[in-house]
């Protein structure tokens, strides 16, 4: 089974025998720091923003993928969009609605 990086890029042996021989030698810990995390979408907190997960079929996932990236938006963006306008009492406009 092929091993992926977070960006997709599959490695070879010869990546995967370097990362071990780097990680053999051991790892300076003493300069280590935490990367700071993203900033909090509500103002008024701190912290982390609370997640919301849901479940779709994968064609839907796909479908919102490609829509979000031809509008240079991400899915969390469209998805909050979503999630305001319905909070706020827009109306929805699904075909249980019409």
Known sequence: MPVKTTSGRVLSDADLDRLAESAEQGFDLSTWRPRPGRPSLDAT??????????????????????????????????????????????????????
């Open 45 to 98: 907190a701190e912290g982390h923003s609370p997640r919301v997960e849901v479940r779709v079929p994968a064609a839907l996932r796909d479908q919102v993928r490609k829509r979000a990236a031809a509008e240079g938006r991400n899915v969390s963006d469209v998805l909050r969009e979503l999630l305001e306008a319905y909070a706020s009492g827009a109306p929805a406009k699904t075909a249980l609605h019409r």
